[in-house]
């Protein structure tokens, strides 16, 4: 059973272009969440999607950020005319769909490390 | 809100030493409470849980015991390897309509020496 997949795993970008990040979760997985991290710094929640729904995006900056989870295909995370400070490593982890229990994991991808020029 | 504050790194050690990185939370409710483990050039991963008060997770000989009274959730292992040199996050979980968002602290950077 694969993992968390996501892609690129290095994306470079100039400022103002457009930053594209794609997340498979794992098979059977409805549920994904998008995490930053910094240099240096612990990973921050940016957004939580179901299939077809964005659940908290109570992370996400309000501009030139956008995510979607479709019916088909994996999550995207799109970030419009890029800055220098959007340089981070930027996570996906699915879990799968809510059940009785307590605790809910979330496994994680090995990231995308966005570099803005 | 929701916080999570660790020890700052990095911390180095010398093979079979005995290692504490400690972590504290705030929290409203009762949240479960995690370590991840990030090595090189990779995600996380997850070591290990608790999901109530005085619960103790362990995995790979590392544990944590999740203190109420303390708010602590403090990672100890009796003897590190080489092996065990990562970044290790501790979390909490702030339950959103039936699943978890993580809320991590800054992360501690951790180098065993032979």
């Known amino acids: 059973n694969a993992g968390v997949m996501q892609n690129p795993r290095h994306l470079v970008r100039r400022r103002g272009q457009e930053a594209r990040l794609r997340c498979s979760p794992m098979k059977g997985h409805s549920h994904v969440y998008w995490y930053r991290q910094l240099p240096e710094e612990g990973l921050k929640f940016m957004v939580y999607?179901?299939?077809?729904?964005?659940?908290?995006e109570s992370g996400m900056p309000k501009e030139r950020f956008s995510a979607e989870f479709p019916k088909e295909g994996p999550s995207i995370l799109r970030i419009q005319q890029v800055v220098r400070g959007d340089s981070a490593a930027y996570f996906c982890?699915?879990?799968?769909?809510?059940?009785?229990?307590?605790?809910?994991?979330?496994?994680f991808g090995p990231g995308t490390r966005l570099t803005v020029l | 809100g929701n916080s999570v504050t660790q020890m700052e790194g990095p911390v180095t050690l010398s093979e079979e030493a005995f290692l504490t990185i400690n972590c504290t939370y705030t929290a409203t409710g009762y949240p479960s409470l995690f370590w991840y483990v990030q090595y090189p050039g990779e995600g996380l991963q997850l070591l290990l849980k608790a999901t109530k008060a005085d619960d103790k997770g362990s995995n790979k000989g590392f544990e944590a015991t999740y203190r109420k009274e303390t708010t602590s959730f403090h990672l100890e292992k009796g003897s590190v390897q080489v092996s065990d040199s990562a970044v290790y996050f501790c979390a909490l979980s702030d339950r959103v309509q039936g699943a978890q968002k993580l809320v991590f602290g800054q992360g501690t950077r951790l180098t065993i020496n032979p």
């Open positions: 982890a699915s879990s799968p769909s809510y059940t009785t229990l307590a605790y809910n994991e979330q496994f």
């Open positions: 999607l179901q299939k077809e729904n964005i659940i908290d």
